[in-house]
């Protein structure tokens, strides 16, 4: 039997889910770090109510679904019977109304997800909108770094750390305007998440996000098309890896746009495992 668990806070939804999401920890990093993120602080994504749903088959988790409106639902790997999950999952979301503006998840699941809503909700259209690859480290690669050193991020970067980010959310086809933008710059920088490597001035930067109990995500890689083939991503994301690892975490996972070999490259040389590859969809409703 399928029940769909809708939790009102996210110490439940960890206490319920966790232990099931953390025996792929890697892979389920972003519903995983967003739940702990929101036990953290249940405003970080915004006021709206976060949808926690745990689901359970005759009593035991077997997936999770997870969104913070109006952003994506995010799934995790579904175990046993994945049709009939599916199916259970989006009779609820239509039963409480969820606005679904699409969905992202490990690319059997999220491609169920979307075929099985297109039919049975008012969605005229659906798009894929990335193809991505879930990649771990546990223990980084010894590689040349270029001039230049990893630092924190301060005020005084705010200004072209903001541009950075708003450049970032463009390049990978998530485009947010310049308000979100100075949010979620500002919050990163007092929070010490937002890394910059500096070869006489800021050249690339790097964001430590959603760090769950045995390991952290770096996400928002870029550097300006002026300063590239010069090592500084390599470098910065090798260094703030490292870091991060020395510091307590078991590893270190990100998510890349598999129709960017360039980035796939420059991770695996990092030391970087693929452990999994996403979906993301969009729906187009009337």
Not at 12 to 19: L, M
Not at 23 to 38: H, V
Not at 68 to 93: E, F, Q, W, Y
Not at 153 to 167: H, L, N, R
Request: charged content about 20%; some cysteine; glycine content about 6%.
């Amino acid at each position: 039997m399928i029940e769909i668990v809708s939790h009102d806070d996210a110490q439940a939804f960890v206490a319920t889910s966790g232990p099931y999401l953390e025996t792929r920890e890697s892979e389920n990093s972003l519903p995983l770090g967003i739940a702990y993120t929101l036990a953290r602080d249940p405003v970080h994504y915004g006021n709206d109510q976060a949808y926690l749903l745990s689901i359970l088959e005759n009593g035991h988790p077997v997936g999770t679904a997870v969104m913070t409106p109006p952003r994506r639902i995010i799934l995790s790997p579904i175990m046993g019977d994945r049709d009939s999950v599916i199916t259970n999952l989006t009779a609820h979301l239509q039963e409480v109304h969820a606005p679904i503006p699409g969905v992202v998840g490990p690319s059997i699941e999220a491609q169920a997800f979307a075929d099985k809503w297109k039919v049975e909700s008012d969605v005229l259209a659906m798009k894929l909108r990335m193809q991505m690859r879930v990649f771990e480290v546990r223990e980084v690669a010894n590689v040349p770094l270029s001039t230049g050193v990893l630092r924190l991020a301060t005020m005084e970067d705010y200004a072209i750390t903001t541009a950075w980010v708003s450049s970032f959310a463009e390049a990978i086809n998530e485009p947010i305007d310049i308000e979100t933008a100075k949010k979620d710059v500002e919050k990163c920088i007092t929070a010490s998440q937002l890394y910059i490597w500096d070869d006489g001035g800021p050249v690339s930067i790097a964001k430590e996000s959603r760090a769950t109990r045995h390991g952290t995500t770096i996400t928002a890689v870029y550097t300006p098309p002026e300063r590239r083939n010069c090592g500084y991503a390599t470098s910065c994301v090798h260094s703030l890896t490292k870091k991060l690892l020395s510091e307590g975490y078991s590893f270190c996972s990100l998510y890349t746009d598999l129709s960017n070999p360039t980035s796939n490259s420059i991770y695996a040389k990092i030391g970087y495992a693929p452990v999994g590859d996403s979906l993301a969809f969009d729906f187009e409703y009337p």
